[in-house]
């Protein structure tokens, strides 16, 4: 294993076609809900498998606490609060974004999202999900505006197993044992969507993950078969509450309580279908020349069997509980070493990391990025990263480089050396005063460069007038309005 810098002579130099590019991400899987970061209950051995055969990023971050703004930061390589999706239901992924979808189109790629939106609603004709309803056309932003070619996709949240329904006698918000055969159910509330807005109501029985890559798998075996480097992004739901595992899952956890088999199982089920898509591009002869990129969202949910191990806090906090998650890559033809990084690597990585493997110029993003590209990284010519990474939600910021992090809950700030200290329990900040003030002035210049951007100061501002949001600054307490139902 190498730590920091990459082995050297890991990464084929061999001239290769575009790479296909596939995106997955768990939905509050916690930094130690896996097998390949220690979890001795989870079985997870496909992406155990990758970590043994690819990057393992022992400091990867979602770009936020919360699920829609991690998902905005994947799309456009930037922070988003540049862009008004400060947290879940919170913003649209703005129509002005330039996002990975549009740039890899322009390069010949067919473009698909399979799973969970959460950039906005999917439907303005009747209600569905969290914002969905007839009428609401501001926030009406499916995937099709943003460069996608095919979706199969829900606004937000459903449940694991047998994602449209829910029991009707014995409903918990947190999961349930599965329905049995004959027993009374409802409809949860949340459909599926086609990338032409029709309600897709065929196969939707049965493990949530399983649903979404009986879609995904198609579209990638479309793409192999017209020779057409595909994107495939896949957001699964798992393990995100009400977590419900099928039988086989449940099963394998008899052991456990019902509120971690559910989740476990969950996780399993996911890990599952992992292999599955991954046996399919090894069949089909392009697995060499795809690179495979796994992350959750943010860590694991308040109430949750999930561990963020030794790291502070869970989801809806910037310490390192809340943004640290599992993070892997895989992409054989290139990387021919599996290695393990401590280098810290942000979820707005991915578009930069892309346009540079790609030869896209930047001139084709003409926003400010926050992302860098890891390109370097995997060549072997990046041992540490040469910017640091600002983060920003409702009543908190963060900014951290290679070894300190600032950080602030309601205007109260703390600096902690990560490298010594990665559980945060001593502040530093009077023993480091220089580094403080220094990351201080820099977290607030950060904030600032969001908020113009956030107002429309970097291009037209259609959409931030139809939204008609007002700008929270993250460095001031949290305002009591803000809904994180997910």
Same mark, same amino acid.
């Given at each position: 294993?190498?730590?920091?810098?990459?082995?050297?002579?890991?990464?084929?130099?061999?001239?290769?076609?575009?790479?296909?590019?596939?995106?997955?991400?768990?939905?509050?899987?916690?930094?130690?809900?896996?097998? &390949?970061?220690?979890?001795?209950?989870?079985?997870?051995?496909?992406?155990?498998?990758?970590?043994?055969?690819?990057?393992?990023?022992?400091?990867?971050?979602?770009?936020?606490?919360?699920?829609? %703004?991690?998902?905005?930061?994947?799309?456009? !390589?930037?922070?988003?609060?540049?862009?008004?999706?400060?947290?879940?239901?919170? !913003?649209?992924?703005?129509?002005?974004?330039?996002?990975?979808?549009?740039?890899?189109?322009?390069?010949?790629?067919?473009?698909?999202?399979?799973?969970?939106?959460?950039?906005?609603?999917?439907?303005?004709?009747?209600?569905?999900?969290?914002? @969905?309803?007839?009428?609401?056309?501001?926030?009406?932003?499916?995937?099709?505006?943003?460069?996608?070619?095919?979706?199969?996709?829900?606004?937000?949240?459903?449940?694991?197993?047998?994602?449209?329904?829910?029991?009707?006698?014995?409903?918990?918000?947190?999961?349930?044992?599965?329905?049995?055969?004959?027993?009374?159910?409802?409809?949860?509330?949340?459909?599926?969507?086609?990338?032409?807005?029709?309600?897709?109501?065929?196969?939707?029985?049965?493990?949530?993950?399983?649903?979404?890559?009986?879609?995904?798998?198609?579209?990638?075996?479309?793409?192999?078969?017209?020779?057409? %480097?595909?994107?495939?992004?896949?957001?699964?739901?798992?393990?995100?509450?009400?977590?419900?595992?099928?039988?086989?899952?449940?099963?394998?956890?008899?052991?456990?309580?019902?509120?971690?088999?559910? =989740?476990? @199982?969950?996780?399993?089920?996911?890990?599952?279908?992992? @292999?599955?898509?991954?046996?399919?591009?090894?069949?089909?002869?392009?697995?060499?020349?795809?690179?495979?990129?796994f992350c959750s969202d943010n860590g694991p949910e308040d109430g949750s069997p999930g561990s963020a191990g030794?790291?502070?806090?869970?989801?809806?906090?910037?310490?390192?509980?809340?943004?640290?998650?599992?993070?892997?890559?895989?992409?054989?033809?290139?990387?021919?070493?599996? =290695?393990?990084?401590?280098?810290?690597?942000?979820?707005?990585?991915?578009? %930069?990391?892309?346009?540079?493997?790609?030869?896209?110029?930047?001139?084709?993003?003409?926003?400010?990025?926050?992302?860098?590209?890891?390109?370097?990284?995997?060549?072997?010519?990046?041992?540490?990263?040469?910017?640091?990474?600002?983060?920003?939600?409702?009543?908190?910021?963060?900014?951290?480089?290679?070894?300190?992090?600032? =950080?602030?809950?309601?205007?109260?700030?703390?600096?902690?050396?990560?490298?010594?200290?990665?559980?945060?329990?001593?502040?530093?900040?009077?023993?480091?005063?220089?580094?403080?003030?220094?990351?201080?002035?820099?977290?607030?210049?950060?904030?600032?460069?969001?908020?113009?951007? &956030?107002?429309?100061?970097?291009?037209?501002?259609?959409?931030?007038?139809?939204?008609?949001?007002?700008?929270?600054?993250?460095?001031?307490?949290?305002?009591?309005?803000?809904?994180?139902?997910?």
């Open positions: 294993m190498i730590f920091g810098l990459a082995m050297v002579g890991s990464f084929s130099a061999v001239a290769q076609s575009k790479p296909n590019i596939i995106l997955l991400m768990a939905d509050d899987l916690g930094w130690a809900d896996t097998g &390949f970061n220690g979890n001795k209950i989870i079985k997870t051995p496909n992406l155990d498998k990758m970590a043994k055969e690819g990057v393992r990023f022992n400091r990867f971050y979602s770009a936020s606490a919360e699920c829609s %703004p991690t998902r905005a930061s994947v799309l456009t !390589g930037r922070n988003p609060f540049r862009i008004g999706v400060y947290e879940a239901n919170s !913003g649209i992924l703005r129509p002005e974004e330039i996002t990975l979808p549009e740039l890899l189109k322009g390069e010949g790629y067919t473009t698909g999202l399979f799973g969970k939106w959460h950039l906005g609603t999917l439907t303005h004709k009747e209600k569905d999900a969290n914002r @969905g309803k007839p009428g609401n056309l501001k926030e009406f932003n499916p995937p099709i505006m943003h460069g996608y070619d095919c979706a199969f996709v829900t606004e937000s949240k459903v449940p694991t197993y047998d994602p449209m329904k829910k029991p009707r006698d014995r409903f918990d918000k947190e999961g349930w044992d599965y329905l049995k055969e004959n027993e009374p159910f409802e409809p949860f509330g949340t459909a599926y969507w086609d990338i032409n807005g029709n309600k897709v109501t065929d196969n939707l029985d049965g493990d949530d993950s399983r649903v979404i890559m009986d879609r995904a798998i198609p579209f990638v075996e479309q793409a192999i078969m017209n020779s057409t %480097p595909f994107l495939a992004v896949i957001w699964f739901h798992s393990p995100h509450m009400p977590c419900v595992a099928g039988p086989k899952y449940q099963e394998m956890y008899k052991g456990q309580d019902s509120k971690m088999r559910n =989740y476990a @199982g969950s996780i399993t089920a996911l890990d599952e279908q992992v @292999g599955r898509l991954r046996e399919i591009l090894k069949d089909r002869g392009v697995d060499s020349n795809t690179m495979i990129w030794i790291f502070r806090e869970r989801k809806h906090s910037l310490h390192e509980g809340g943004v640290r998650v599992p993070g892997l890559l895989v992409w054989p033809q290139k990387i021919t070493h599996p =290695y393990v990084t401590d280098m810290p690597c942000v979820t707005s990585d991915y578009l %930069p990391t892309i346009m540079e493997v790609l030869k896209i110029k930047k001139s084709k993003v003409s926003n400010q990025l926050d992302g860098i590209s890891l390109l370097p990284l995997l060549e072997g010519r990046m041992s540490a990263r040469p910017k640091p990474i600002g983060f920003c939600f409702p009543g908190q910021v963060s900014y951290c480089n290679n070894q300190y992090k600032l =950080y602030a809950r309601d205007g109260v700030y703390e600096l902690y050396d990560i490298l010594k200290d990665p559980e945060e329990k001593k502040d530093i900040q009077l023993e480091k005063s220089y580094i403080f003030k220094h990351f201080k002035k820099n977290i607030n210049q950060f904030v600032l460069s969001c908020k113009l951007s &956030f107002e429309g100061k970097e291009n037209e501002k259609a959409s931030y007038e139809r939204l008609n949001q007002k700008w929270i600054d993250p460095t001031l307490p949290k305002p009591r309005q803000i809904k994180t139902s997910e």
